[in-house]
C-alpha cells in the first residue's frame, strides 16, 4: 500500500478495493495484492495524486477521486485518468472534502468554506454550486455528503448540523442537534449514513444521533450507552444489520436484539491497527468484509467469524515480520516476493538464508475476547515444546534459522480455558547456492576432478619423461647423423677448395691478357667473381665448422689495437671506392696494446666491416673507431646503411640467420651471405672473453661494437706467445658487391624489327648471362626488382618477360600477378627462370598465368629454344586470330580473341567512325596512354597497325550497312569516315574481294 494514513474506500465492479491516503491511491485486488498510484498521467501533463480526500462510484463503474483543486475521473473504459478543475474562478482555492455520485449519475463535492459543487457526468462539467450566498445551505463547510431513499440530498456540515436539500423543490431545512444535547460540539458532523431500515445516522464529535424517515431524533448513543468515544469519525453496516462506528479510541460494534442493543468495544489489544479511525474510513465490501482504516493501516474481517461462543476460534497469523519490518503484500527483500498476498491466506512462505530474523503476529477473529485469550506457539524444527505467550501477547519471534523446512503452529485459549485448534504455516528457509544438493554434488565431481587432474598430471610427467628420454635419443643419433653430414661436407669443401684454387688462378692470369675480347673478357669477369665466391662461402664453412668442434686453438700474443684495425680498415678501401662510400679510420686512444690472435680477430673485422659495405648504399658512410679506458679496448664499425629491424637485431648472431629486408623476404643472395658470418665473428670475440654488441635503426643505419680486456690475465697460460712479434699482414679475401648504380647489360640501340624481350633478376651476372644468350636476335630491357620491371613493362610493352622468382620488395609471384591484372600488360607472356622447382612453386606460378618456367641452373641452348619457339607462337597466333574475322559470320564490333584492351579500342573508333580525321591521337587520348603503347599493345594482340584497325572497322561497318540499307554507295562511304567514294570502293574490294554494289547484289541474293 502506498501510505499507511488512509481516508476512504470504495469497490469497483470487479470486486477490487481502492483505498485512498494522503500519498495516493492503493488498490488492492482479491488476492491481497496492491497496486499504487502516486501519479496520474493525464494527457501531456502528470499531476500529483496526493490528499485524496474521498472516493465514489458513478453508475457505470468508473471511479471519482476528491482533491484541493478539482475531480479525477478513472474511465475503466480507455483505462485513463481525467482531471476537471473547478471551473469558477473564485472557487480555484476550494478544498474538496468528500464526493458523492446521486441517483441522477451527478457528482456532488462538498467543499472546505465553499459549500457544495455539482458536476455533470453525462457532460463532463460542473453545472452548479450551493453555498450560503446563493442558497439557504446553512453552512459552506461540507464535511459528508449522502442521498436517501426518498432522493433527499444530505449534507454534513462542521457547525451547524446537517442540512436537508430536497431537489424536487430545491428547498432546504437544517436540523441541530445541540439543541437538545446542549453542546455545541453535536453540530460538528462527520459522517451521515442511511441504514438498512432507512435510519439517518448523523456522527458528531459528541456521539451519533439516529432520525426516521420523518426526520425525527429516535435514538443516540454516547459514551454514556457504553461507546468507546463520542468522536465519531465513520460508520458501515454490517450483514447482519449491526452498526460499526469508527472513532478516534476505537471501534464500537452495535448489536441490535429484538428489545436491546449491545455496544461491544475494541482496540489495538484487540487486533486493529490502530486506534484512530479516520473520517469516512469505514466500508463494507460487496463479499460483506468490513473494512476499517486509520493512521497504521486499514483492518478487515468478516462479521461471521466472530463468534460469541464458549469455544476459542482458530487465531489469525496477521503479520510477517522480518528483521522487525513488517512485510507488505508483492514487497521485493533482497530481490525476493516472500508475500503474493496476504499472510493468513498463505499456506507457506520461502524465506532465503539472509533472511533469519522472523516475527509472527497472531490474533483471535473474536474481538471482544482478544484480551482475555492466551496464546501457545511452537516452530516445528526449533521448539521442542509449546512456547505459552500468556495473554496480550500476540508475536513470535525467531533468529538465526538454519536452511531446512519448518513448520510453525500457534493456538489459542479462552477465557473458558478451551484450547482451539492449530493455525500452521509451513516456513522454507533456503539454503545459499553454496551449500545446496546441486553445490555439494559439484564439490564432489570437483574432487573427483581435481584428483583425476593429479592422476592425469603424474601420467602426463611420467609420459613427458618417456618423450624426452625418446627425443633425448633422437637428438643424439640427430646431432651424430648431422656430425656425418657436416664432416662429410668439411672434407667435401676441401676437395673443392683445391679445384676452385686451379680455376680463378688460371682466370685471373687469362684476364691480364690484352688480346681478349670485351665480351669474352666480361664472361671470364663473371666466371671469376662467382668462382670467388663460392671459394669465400667454403672458407667460411671450414671455419664454422672449427668453432662447432672446438678446434679453433687459441694463441695470443701483444698487439697495437690500433694499427691492426687501421691495417684491415684500409684494405678495405678499393672496395669502399667501388661503390662510392667514403670509409675513415680513427683513434681515440695511444696506449692500446691488446692480447689477442690475429688471425681470428681478423676474420671478425672482415664480417664486421664486409657486412658495412654491402648494407650501406651508394655514396654512404663507414667510420671505424678505436676507443677505450684502463680494463677495455672498443672498436666501434659505424655505418649510415640500411639498419636492422628491432626484432631481429636479437637473432643476427645466430648460425645460419640471414636478414630480411622491409618486405619481409630474403634480401638478395649475394647481398645477405650464408648467416654464419656474424657467428663465427660473436664466437672469436667470445672465446677472447670479449664482448660483441649491436645498436640499429632501421633506415639510419647500425653500429657494431667490439670490446677485448686489456691484459692477460683471463687467458689460460697455454694460450700466451710471450714473444714479441711485429704487426702481421694478411690477404683480404675477395669480397662480391652488386653496385647497384651499374647496369646490368651494355645499352645498344634497338633494332626496330625485333621483338622486345625484359629480363628481370636481382642479380646482375644472371641478367647479363641471359642477355648474352638472346641479345644477338631481341632487343634487350632489364630491371633488378618486380616494381620497376612492371614500369618498364608499361612503358615498352615487350613481347616477352623472363623474371626470377625470389626477388627484394616484390617477388616474382607478385610480380606475375600484378602484371596479369593491368589491361596493358596482360598480354604479355611470362617465363620464370627460377632456382625454386618444387611442384607447389610451379603450380602457383601457372595459376597466377606465368607461360613456363626454366630452372637454374640452365642450358644456354635449352633458354634459346624456349624463347624461340614461345616468340614464334605468339607470332603464328596473331596471324591466325588477326584483329577482325575476314568471314562473314563475324559483326563489325566482334573481335575474334575478344581482348579486352582491343574491345574497347574498338569502341573509341565506332565512336567515332563518321570523322574522317580519326587518327591514333583520339585513340590515345580517349584510353590515356602514349603513341608507343597504343602500337605495341595493339600490335601484340592483334598484329596490325592503328590505320590498319581503323579501316577494317570502316570496311566491316560498310559491308553491314550494304545488306541492311537501301543507301547508295557514297552515302555509305561517308557514314563510315571515308572522304572519297572512289577511295572507299577500292579499299573495300581489295578487303572483300568484291566490288561495294557486286556485293549487295550476290549476298542479298543469297
Known amino acids: 500500500m502506498i501510505s499507511n494514513v488512509l481516508t476512504g474506500f470504495c469497490e469497483d465492479n470487479k470486486g477490487n478495493i481502492w483505498i485512498s491516503t494522503f500519498q495516493g491511491v492503493s488498490k488492492m485486488n482479491k488476492q491481497g495484492v496492491f497496486q499504487n498510484y502516486g501519479k496520474a498521467k493525464i494527457k501531456d501533463k502528470t499531476l500529483s495524486f496526493q490528499n485524496i480526500r474521498d472516493i465514489s462510484k458513478d453508475r457505470n463503474g468508473n471511479l471519482w477521486f476528491s482533491r484541493r483543486d478539482g475531480l479525477y475521473q478513472l474511465d475503466f473504459k480507455d483505462n485513463q485518468f481525467h482531471f476537471y478543475p473547478l471551473i469558477y474562478q473564485k472557487y480555484m482555492g476550494s478544498d474538496l472534502l468528500s464526493t458523492f455520485v446521486d441517483n441522477r449519475n451527478h457528482v456532488w463535492a462538498g467543499t472546505y468554506g465553499n459549500g457544495v459543487f455539482e458536476f455533470d457526468i453525462a457532460r463532463n462539467q460542473f453545472t452548479g454550486s450551493l453555498n450560503a450566498e446563493n442558497s439557504l445551505l446553512s453552512s459552506d463547510y461540507i464535511k459528508d455528503i449522502t442521498q436517501l431513499t426518498d432522493g433527499t440530498l444530505c449534507f454534513a456540515t462542521l457547525r451547524t448540523g446537517i442540512d436537508l436539500f430536497f431537489p424536487s423543490d430545491s428547498s432546504f431545512r437544517n436540523i441541530r442537534f445541540s439543541s437538545f444535547t446542549h453542546h455545541y460540539e453535536s453540530d460538528y458532523i462527520n459522517n451521515v449514513f442511511e441504514d438498512s431500515r432507512r435510519h439517518l445516522w448523523v456522527l458528531s464529535w459528541y456521539g451519533a444521533f439516529v432520525l426516521d424517515e420523518e426526520y425525527q431524533l429516535i435514538d443516540s448513543f454516547t459514551t454514556d450507552q457504553g461507546l468507546i468515544s463520542n468522536e465519531l469519525t465513520a460508520i458501515t453496516e454490517d450483514i447482519n444489520g449491526d452498526i460499526w462506528l469508527g472513532s478516534v479510541n476505537g471501534v464500537s460494534h452495535i448489536l441490535f436484539g429484538d428489545d436491546t442493543s449491545q455496544i461491544l468495544n475494541y482496540t489495538t489489544e484487540d487486533g486493529l491497527c490502530s486506534n484512530s479511525i479516520a473520517t469516512g474510513a469505514a466500508f463494507t465490501a460487496g463479499d460483506e468484509r468490513i473494512y476499517l482504516g486509520g493512521a497504521n493501516g486499514f483492518n478487515v474481517f468478516d462479521v461471521r467469524d466472530i463468534r460469541h461462543s464458549p469455544h476459542s476460534d482458530v487465531p489469525v497469523i496477521t503479520q510477517l515480520h522480518l528483521f522487525n519490518k513488517q512485510v507488505g503484500v508483492g514487497e521485493k527483500i533482497n530481490g525476493q516476493i516472500v508475500l503474493d498476498r496476504q499472510v493468513h491466506l498463505k499456506k507457506e512462505i520461502r524465506l532465503n538464508h539472509k533472511q533469519q530474523i522472523v516475527s509472527f503476529h497472531f490474533s483471535a477473529p473474536d474481538f471482544s475476547q482478544n484480551r482475555k485469550i492466551m496464546y501457545a506457539y511452537k516452530l516445528d524444527g526449533l521448539d521442542k515444546e509449546w512456547v505459552y505467550a500468556g495473554q496480550q501477547v500476540y508475536s513470535a519471534s525467531y533468529s538465526n534459522l538454519y536452511p531446512g523446512t519448518y513448520c510453525f503452529r500457534v493456538k489459542a485459549e479462552n477465557d473458558k480455558g478451551i484450547w482451539s485448534e492449530e493455525k500452521t504455516l509451513l516456513v522454507h528457509v533456503y539454503p545459499p547456492f553454496w551449500a545446496t544438493p546441486w553445490a555439494y554434488l559439484f564439490y564432489v565431481v570437483l574432487m573427483f576432478g581435481v584428483l583425476y587432474g593429479i592422476l592425469r598430471i603424474f601420467l602426463y610427467q611420467e609420459r613427458l619423461k618417456q618423450k624426452l628420454h625418446i627425443e633425448t635419443l633422437q637428438h643424439e643419433k640427430e646431432y651424430e647423423i648431422s656430425n656425418l653430414k657436416i664432416r662429410f661436407f668439411t672434407n667435401l669443401s676441401h676437395d673443392i677448395r683445391t679445384p676452385l684454387t686451379l680455376i680463378v688462378g688460371p682466370l685471373d692470369s687469362i684476364l691480364k691478357k690484352e688480346s ?19 671459394l669465400s662461402l667454403i672458407n667460411q664453412l671450414l671455419d664454422f665448422r672449427k668453432m662447432d668442434t672446438g678446434k679453433n686453438a687459441l694463441t695470443v700474443s701483444r698487439y697495437s689495437l690500433t694499427a691492426f684495425v687501421a691495417q684491415i680498415t684500409h684494405a678495405f678501401e678499393p672496395y669502399a671506392n667501388q661503390r662510392n662510400i667514403v670509409l675513415t679510420f680513427d683513434s681515440e686512444i695511444n696506449e692500446d ?97 670479449g664482448k660483441i654488441q649491436v645498436t640499429s635503426s632501421p633506415g639510419k643505419g647500425s653500429s657494431f661494437t667490439v670490446k677485448l680486456k686489456k691484459g692477460n690475465e683471463h687467458f689460460e697460460v697455454f694460450q700466451l706467445d710471450k714473444q714479441e712479434h711485429g704487426l702481421p699482414t694478411f690477404e683480404i679475401p675477395y669480397l662480391y658487391f652488386s653496385r647497384q648504380d651499374e647496369s646490368a647489360i651494355e645499352e645498344v640501340d634497338p633494332v626496330p624489327e625485333r621483338n622486345m624481350v625484359l ?229 573495300f574490294k581489295k578487303e572483300m574481294g568484291l566490288s561495294p554494289l557486286q556485293y549487295r547484289k550476290e549476298k542479298r541474293n543469297v
Open 593 to 689: 696494446w691488446v692480447w689477442f690472435d690475429p688471425h681470428l680477430m681478423a676474420k671478425v673485422f672482415y664480417n664486421l666491416i664486409s657486412n658495412a659495405i654491402k648494407f650501406t648504399g651508394e655514396n654512404g658512410r663507414i667510420r671505424v673507431v678505436v676507443s677505450g679506458d684502463e680494463d677495455t679496448a672498443t672498436v666501434r664499425i659505424i655505418d649510415n646503411g640500411i639498419g636492422i629491424d628491432p626484432e631481429e637485431q636479437e637473432r643476427i648472431f645466430d648460425d645460419f640467420y640471414q636478414l630480411h629486408n622491409q618486405a619481409g623476404s630474403i634480401l638478395n643472395t649475394f647481398t645477405s651471405g650464408s648467416g654464419i658470418g656474424l657467428s663465427i665473428a660473436k664466437k672469436y670475440v667470445e672465446l677472447h672473453h
Open 516 to 534: 681478349l675480347s670485351a665480351s669474352l673478357q666480361k664472361q671470364i669477369e663473371i666466371i671469376r667473381n662467382n668462382a670467388y665466391y663460392l
Open 759 to 987: 629480363i628481370v633478376d636481382d642479380h646482375p651476372d644472371i641478367i647479363q648471362f641471359v642477355a648474352h644468350c638472346i641479345g644477338d636476335r631481341f632487343n634487350i630491357f632489364s630491371a633488378r626488382q618486380g616494381s620497376e620491371a612492371l614500369i618498364i613493362a608499361e612503358k615498352e610493352l615487350p613481347d616477352l618477360i623472363i623474371s626470377d622468382v625470389m626477388m627484394p620488395e616484390m617477388d616474382g609471384y607478385e610480380f606475375c600477378r600484378k602484371l596479369k591484372e593491368n589491361i596493358l600488360t596482360n598480354h604479355i607472356p611470362l617465363l620464370f627462370l627460377t632456382a625454386k622447382t618444387s611442384l607447389e612453386d610451379t603450380l602457383k606460378g601457372l595459376e597466377l598465368g606465368a607461360y613456363d618456367y626454366i630452372t637454374k641452373p640452365f642450358n644456354e641452348s635449352v633458354l634459346k629454344a624456349k624463347v624461340d619457339s614461345l616468340i614464334r607462337d605468339l607470332n603464328a597466333l596473331k596471324q591466325k586470330n588477326g584483329i577482325l574475322s575476314h568471314t562473314e559470320e563475324k559483326s563489325a564490333n566482334q573481335p575474334a580473341n575478344e581482348d579486352p584492351f582491343l574491345l574497347k579500342v574498338i569502341q573509341v573508333v565506332e565512336g567515332h567512325l563518321e570523322d574522317p580525321e580519326l587518327a591514333s591521337d583520339l585513340i590515345e587520348q580517349e584510353l590515356k596512354i602514349s603513341k608507343n603503347q597504343l602500337y605495341r599493345k595493339l600490335k601484340a594482340v592483334s598484329g596490325m597497325s592503328v590505320t590498319d584497325l581503323i579501316r577494317m572497322v570502316r570496311i566491316k561497318k560498310a559491308s553491314d550497312l550494304l545488306l541492311l540499307s537501301d543507301l547508295n554507295v557514297s552515302e555509305i562511304a561517308y557514314d563510315v569516315g571515308f572522304s572519297d567514294p572512289f577511295y572507299f570502293s577500292k579499299c
